[in-house]
């Protein structure tokens, strides 16, 4: 089945630096791909949508200066947390709408991203 | 028995037992749902979907049960696994005309061999 993968699966920073996130679409082309964010204990909560060839899409409180999202391709959606603080360590998951019209998505298995 | 914790709720169960979790959810509108398995550490896995115009879906060993009227879903496992052990969310498509989720507060389920 398609497999959507994410690079790296954890990552350690210092505070100020930026950390850039891959999530790939294994085996299916994705012209949109999402980002989610989970806190411990906590529900996944929608960030952005990532849309290949235009600008992504940010919700409500999410500041698109700090979390750049990049579509690069029908397989690649970057995120890039920068001039990251502690309060970003987050659990990071992207996921791609199946192809075949429904609205499952497939998660990647997440990048745990701890700022020092 | 159920009990809610900082952030989630927590079902704990014995091995053999059926299991019932439980999700309200917001938007009347919405036409599409799922359940997800979390498992820790890693990204949430589909377990089974169902569409508005259906009450009831089964799987192998799960059921999804949805009642429009209360806007409330459930995910019914039988013959809960200590593998079954996890977080389970529901989520749904509002009906946007986008592939967007919304997922609900997850409920962990706990399964004693």
């Known amino acids: 089945g398609a497999v959507v993968s994410q690079h790296p699966s954890w990552v350690i920073c210092k505070s100020g630096t930026s950390v850039k996130i891959e999530c790939r679409s294994l085996?299916?082309?994705?012209?949109?791909m999402f980002w989610y964010r989970q806190f411990p204990k906590q529900s996944l909560m929608l960030m952005a949508t990532s849309n290949e060839g235009s600008k992504a899409t940010y919700e409500q409180g999410v500041e698109k200066d700090k979390f750049l999202i990049n579509h690069a391709s029908l397989t690649l959606s970057t995120l890039t947390v920068t001039s990251a603080h502690p309060e970003d360590s987050s659990f990071y998951i992207c996921?791609?709408?199946?192809?075949?019209?429904?609205?499952?998505?497939?998660f990647g298995p997440g990048t745990r991203l701890t700022v020092t | 028995g159920e009990s809610v914790g900082l952030h989630l709720p927590t079902l704990s169960v014995q091995e053999g037992d059926n299991s019932i979790i439980n999700c309200a959810y917001s938007?009347?509108?919405?036409?599409?749902f799922i359940w997800y398995k979390q498992e820790s550490g890693k990204g949430p896995q589909f377990i089974i979907d169902i569409r508005s115009n259906m009450d009831k879906r089964q799987g192998q060993r799960v059921t999804v049960l949805l009642n429009k009227t209360v806007k409330h879903l459930s995910l019914q496992i039988a013959a809960t696994q200590p593998g079954d052990s996890a977080v389970y969310f529901c989520?749904?498509?509002?009906?946007?005309?986008?592939?967007?989720?919304?997922f609900g507060k997850g409920t962990m389920l706990l399964v004693s061999p």
């Open positions: 989520a749904e498509n509002p009906n946007s005309g986008y592939s967007t989720l919304t």
């Open positions: 996921s791609a709408p199946t192809p075949g019209g429904n609205y499952e998505q497939y």
């Open positions: 085996d299916f082309q994705a012209t949109t």
């Open positions: 938007n009347s509108a919405s036409d599409y």
